[in-house]
């Protein structure tokens, strides 16, 4: 019997592969920062943002930087140095042959591909990490001088050396990364605090309970017990305070949001900032762990104001932003964008991200999915929109007048006769932003050209 379900099982996948199914499918049980808009080419915008989920210390801004340092952007760059370094992310010939991935399945691992050579810069540079990351101090400038430079060197004098080029190297990088980072008033339509994660927890120790674990003899924060590598989100707009080892508190991170207000988020198992980084709202921090002084994994929480203990569900309560359509939008778009070069996975995605397909697999969305997730989280799971695209049909409201950011389109693309099939969301100046099939990753693209423009398609408001 086991055998003929999974047949049958790939019976079905195949038939999605072939028939490009989208998203009138049955309900199926069920991973960095931003870039900002319009700063890097956009065909490097899905292969940097899929990338900046190699690891924690590497984002996307980081990523955007250093290929403007090694290319400017140019996907046919081949340098003049023996051996020649190839590519928008300059790889030798040895270095490729270590590295290099085949990240747009494709069928090839190509130097000169955006999603291959910056999933591959992702990859080296994440390695690079690991290995200096006995040294201390800034891994990342390490990490950054040993691509320039090699790992040997910087191991052999434990600096960044002064060859006329990697003492320049290292902050022209840092430097730039500004110009690549989400810009303060997009942050701020995002809609106030959020949560420090965004997916389902069990409630460990809240505030003020009283007990013999902690110094003070109750508790200072608030516990969401999630697994081991969760990712740790910013809560809200603010600088790095500090980013390292906190005793009982474990490997853990201290946010300045100004105004007095500090963020704090413990017992972590990678931190993905260092003190004096800018961070945004809904950006990753880190990852949950089991660290410090603890009975099991979870994060712990805090909010200190003027120096005092604040209950901090009832800070984000407070806080929260609104969920009015517009404030909405931006928030939704935002999530939505945090997902973009994630597969396309027949019957994937859940309220909370990314899932496997049915039987295992890659984790990813189906457009439906992905609109649902998107204003799920958004809303701090205020809204819940059905589970496919027909029936979210039904359950938005039409329009008059031009669509606006946030707005779900609609299309029937004919493979399933008289139901909507297919789903986007609407991000402004004629795109959308969707999981478009089995065979691509979620992308943006224009709504009014080629194929869409010549699908039956409609635009209408979800009701938060």
């Known amino acids: 019997m086991k055998k003929i379900a999974a047949i049958f099982a790939l019976i079905v996948a195949f038939a999605a592969i072939i028939l490009g199914v989208h998203d009138d499918e049955p309900a199926q049980a069920s991973y960095g920062e931003g870039l900002r808009e319009g700063s890097v080419p956009a065909e490097f915008v899905g292969p940097i943002l899929a990338a900046a989920r190699t690891c924690p210390e590497i984002t996307a801004p980081l990523l955007a930087a250093q290929i403007e340092a090694e290319s400017s952007f140019k996907v046919n760059s081949v340098s003049d140095s023996d051996p020649p370094a190839e590519g928008p992310s300059q790889f030798v010939p040895g270095t490729w042959a270590m590295y290099g991935v085949d990240a747009n399945d494709d069928g090839k691992k190509d130097v000169y591909d955006p999603w291959d050579a910056t999933a591959a810069q992702a990859r080296y540079m994440c390695r690079l990490i690991e290995i200096v990351r006995p040294l201390g101090g800034n891994t990342v400038d390490f990490a950054l001088a040993s691509y320039n430079a090699g790992e040997g060197r910087i191991l052999g004098c434990k600096c960044i050396p002064r060859n006329g080029q990697t003492e320049f190297y290292v902050p022209k990088i840092r430097a730039a990364m500004a110009k690549f980072t989400p810009t303060e008033d997009v942050d ?69 949001h100004g105004a007095g207000v500090l963020s704090t988020y413990s017992h972590l198992s990678q931190l993905g900032v260092h003190t004096g980084d800018q961070v945004h709202t809904g950006q990753r921090l880190g990852r949950s762990g089991n660290t410090g002084n603890t009975t099991g994994p979870h994060l712990h929480f805090e909010i200190k104001v003027k120096g005092s203990f604040v209950d ?35 019957g994937g995605g859940s309220l909370t991200g990314p899932s496997p397909a049915p039987g295992g697999g890659k984790s990813g969305f189906d457009c439906s999915s992905l609109t649902r997730y998107a204003w799920y989280t958004a809303t701090g799971g205020k809204t819940k929109l059905p589970r496919v695209a027909h029936d979210q049909y039904g359950a938005t409201q039409p329009i008059t007048g031009a669509p606006q950011p946030g707005d779900l389109i609609f299309f029937k693309t004919g493979r399933l006769s008289g139901r909507w099939d297919h789903v986007g969301i609407y991000i402004g100046n004629g795109q959308m932003i969707h999981a478009p099939n089995p065979r691509k990753k979620v992308e943006i693209v224009p709504v009014d050209t080629g194929y869409y423009k010549k699908t039956t398609h409609e635009t209408r408001r979800v009701t938060p």
């Open 188 to 256: 701020a339509a995002s809609g106030g605090w959020i949560k420090p994660v965004a997916r389902k927890y069990g409630v460990g120790a809240v505030f003020h309970q009283a007990g013999p674990l902690w110094s003070l003899g109750w508790h200072t924060g608030y516990d969401y017990v999630v697994p081991t590598g969760t990712d740790v989100l910013a809560t809200y707009n603010g600088t790095v305070k500090s980013a390292g080892w906190g005793g009982a508190y474990g490997w853990h991170i201290v946010v300045d």
């Open 312 to 346: 901090p569900v009832a800070w984000l309560k407070d806080h929260a932003g609104p969920t009015n359509p517009e404030g909405g939008a931006a928030a939704v778009i935002a999530a939505a964008r945090r997902q973009l070069g994630v597969p396309y996975v027949f």
